[in-house]
């Protein structure tokens, strides 16, 4: 009788536990972390990933560059989990590159590659203006959610923490844990890897308007935090 009271309170304590994925972006963990490297995703990517673009400062960020090889070639950065996460709160803690024509982002993502569908979660910066934050999200491969806010200061000049809440009614997104934005239709169900990535944009003048070749710029990352259901 003890030991069938024992596990019922373990069953329920892990049942109502959350569980806590954080990262302090100080350095290369290959265990938890990919860099995308020697391939373009095409359309609108103006770039090819490059691992090199990845590094980490003295002050304890990850950095991520665009760079240019040669005459109009660039080359991008791309940092992703190996792991996939589902239902939760997902932070980061982060300063994007301010430039027309690219993105600096912090979301999640699973498609077509890993046997899914295409569900995304965005939190997008467009260089721009990074006065504002564009917040986004694709189910199933449709998109069409974008959310532009007023933050009210420029983002590009130092770190804040953004964030959104995903649960399977809704998506609630946050600055400096403020709530911005709210969706509820037509929420994404598949887990995704947790990505941010710096990259240019073509064929996009109208979204991001032109990028004038422009580089090196830089995007930096301090830590981010998964807290799942």
Known sequence: ???????STLLTTSAFAQWVFSEPLTYFNSSTWQKADGYSNGNMFNCTWRANNVS?????QMRLALTSPSYNKFDCAEYRSTNKYGYGLYEVNMKPAKNPGIVSSFFTYT???DGTPWDEIDIEFLGKDTTKVQFNYYTNGVGGHEAVINLGFDASQGYHTYAFDWQAGY???YVDGVLKHTATSNIPKNPGKIMMN???GTGVDSWLQP???ANPLYAYYDWVKFTGN
Do not use: D, E, H
């Open 198 to 200: 710096l990259w240019n």
């Open 211 to 213: 990028y004038n070749g």
């Open 56 to 60: 980490f400062t003295s002050g304890g």
């Open 171 to 173: 998506i609630k997104w």
């Open 1 to 7: 009788m003890a030991i069938a009271l024992l596990c």
């Open 111 to 113: 498609g077509p590659t």
